[in-house]
């Protein structure tokens, strides 16, 4: 029996996110199947995280187990072969039994794409929020520095199905400019359901002007979510890489 560790990259516009839904076609789904029609057996799969409706991956990290002798080198070209274009397995690794890309991972990183222009731009929307009001690359610079470190997260942490423990380690947040986007970096040993989205969209309130950037340390310690801002668009967020 192998263990085998996956490295994945997926356009999530077309997806209901990346865990098996009764209702909607999953990421995790394709891939099950994919792997059912070229090692002729059913294998589930577990991820590093499960990424919402619209969120893409350059980097997610995924696991299976499998005792069908295919050749380690051939495994990602021939699961590709019948995963749609928008899926793509980008390396296939043997691990130790015992490895489990959710619970071993150690760090993740995130990208966020912000397209600040008043033009509309055809070919690099679906991957970009587009925010047409000028936005103080230096506020939310600023801003997102009371952000590093250990913290109750509460305030950015959208409703979800259960209670979870909500202090995260935020390692390093940059904001840069390039050329019309604003690219927003996030590292953490783990992240809540929604919270780079609602951390985003705050940091787009204080480069608008709305909040302050002393409001970020304000918001951070009231625990509350309706103190911060917006949550900003699925389609402009990218899961990068895995750490472990």
């Given at each position: 029996?192998?263990?085998?560790?996956?490295?994945?990259?997926?356009?999530?516009?077309?997806?209901?996110?990346?865990?098996?839904?009764?209702?909607?076609?999953?990421?995790?789904?394709?891939?099950?199947?994919?792997?059912?029609?070229?090692?002729?057996k059913?294998?589930r799969?577990?991820?590093?995280?499960?990424?919402?409706?619209?969120?893409?991956?350059?980097?997610?990290?995924?696991?299976?187990?499998?005792?069908?002798?295919?050749?380690?080198?051939?495994?990602?070209?021939?699961?590709n072969?019948?995963?749609?274009?928008?899926?793509?397995?980008?390396?296939a690794?043997?691990?130790?039994?015992?490895?489990?890309?959710?619970?071993?991972?150690k760090?993740?990183?995130?990208?966020?794409?912000?397209?600040?222009?008043?033009?509309?731009?055809?070919?690099?929307?679906?991957?970009?929020?587009?925010?047409?009001?000028?936005?103080?690359?230096?506020?939310?610079?600023?801003?997102?520095?009371?952000?590093?470190?250990?913290?109750?997260?509460?305030?950015?942490?959208?409703?979800d199905?259960?209670?979870?423990?909500?202090?995260?380690?935020?390692?390093?947040?940059?904001?840069?400019k390039?050329?019309?986007f604003?690219v927003?970096?996030?590292?953490?040993?783990?992240?809540?359901?929604?919270?780079?989205?609602?951390?985003?969209?705050?940091?787009v309130?204080?480069?608008?002007?709305?909040?302050?950037?002393?409001?970020?340390?304000?918001?951070?310690?009231?625990?509350?979510?309706?103190?911060?801002?917006?949550?900003?668009?699925?389609?402009?967020?990218?899961?990068m890489?895995?750490?472990?």
């Amino acid at each position: 029996m192998r263990n085998i560790k996956l490295t994945i990259a997926y356009d999530g516009t077309n997806y209901k996110g990346w865990q098996l839904q009764k209702n909607g076609t999953t990421i995790q789904g394709k891939i099950e199947e994919a792997i059912e029609k070229t090692f002729k057996k059913k294998h589930r799969i577990y991820s590093a995280g499960r990424t919402d409706s619209g969120v893409h991956a350059q980097g997610q990290i995924a696991h299976f187990k499998t005792s069908v002798p295919v050749p380690m080198n051939k495994i990602p070209s021939i699961i590709n072969t019948v995963l749609p274009p928008d899926i793509a397995i980008k390396n296939a690794k043997k691990v130790s039994t015992d490895f489990h890309a959710q619970f071993d991972a150690k760090q993740k990183h995130y990208r966020y794409y912000i397209l600040n222009s008043l033009k509309r731009e055809a070919f690099k929307e679906r991957y970009a929020w587009r925010v047409s009001y000028n936005l103080n690359v230096s506020l939310m610079r600023e801003a997102a520095k009371a952000l590093i470190g250990k913290h109750d997260f509460k305030s950015f942490q959208a409703v979800d199905k259960r209670e979870r423990l909500s202090v995260r380690n935020i390692f390093s947040i940059t904001v840069k400019k390039q050329k019309a986007f604003i690219v927003i970096d996030i590292k953490g040993d783990g992240f809540l359901y929604n919270m780079v989205r609602n951390i985003v969209g705050t940091l787009v309130e204080i480069g608008r002007g709305y909040f302050s950037p002393e409001s970020m340390m304000e918001i951070l310690k009231s625990k509350n979510r309706k103190k911060a801002g917006p949550t900003a668009p699925a389609k402009g967020l990218f899961l990068m890489e895995v750490k472990y």
